[in-house]
């Protein structure tokens, strides 16, 4: 198996498992999926989707903070979540990887070995995640002081 990523510039090149390669244009939210040389999808990332779709489901957040903070592997993030199921667990990263908030990096070794990481718009996605929380427990402040 082979992972890279290669940057020019015109776009971003991303490969995971051969002959799968992910392209995203750069500067842009489009992104498209090439196997064996054809274009197979070509989307544009929607705001709404990314918040109802991946944000707004249970334990994203705590999934990203939890990477962010240097937890990689997926035994490490099902201990750290409770009551969380490794089907939840691979179903929730698996949409983050596909939001591209999180890279993932497969190493072919004997025991498989999988690790995640956050991209840079995943940290910059969890700075503002951070924000809106301050945010609300200002609001709440004041709300309880008004009380």
Not at 13 to 27: D, I, M, N, S
Not at 35 to 44: D, I, N, P, W, Y
Not at 121 to 140: C, P, T
Request: with cysteine.
């Amino acid at each position: 198996m082979e992972t890279g990523r290669f940057v020019t510039q015109t776009s971003i090149v991303c490969f995971h498992t051969p002959p799968l390669v992910v392209v995203e244009q750069a500067g842009t939210n489009l992104w498209g999926t090439y196997f064996q040389g054809r274009l197979c999808e070509h989307k544009a990332m929607e705001t709404t989707d990314l918040f109802e779709k991946c944000l707004g489901c249970r334990y994203m957040v705590a999934l990203m903070r939890r990477i962010g903070e240097g937890t990689a592997r997926p035994g490490q993030l099902e201990r750290a979540l409770e009551d969380i199921s490794a089907k939840v667990l691979s179903e929730r990263l698996k949409r983050l990887v596909e939001y591209r908030i999180v890279e993932k990096t497969a190493f072919p070794e004997i025991p498989p070995r999988v690790e995640y990481r956050l991209t840079t718009f995943g940290q910059r996605l969890l700075e503002i995640v951070d924000e809106v929380e301050q945010l609300h427990n200002k609001a709440s402040k004041q709300a309880d002081g008004l009380l």
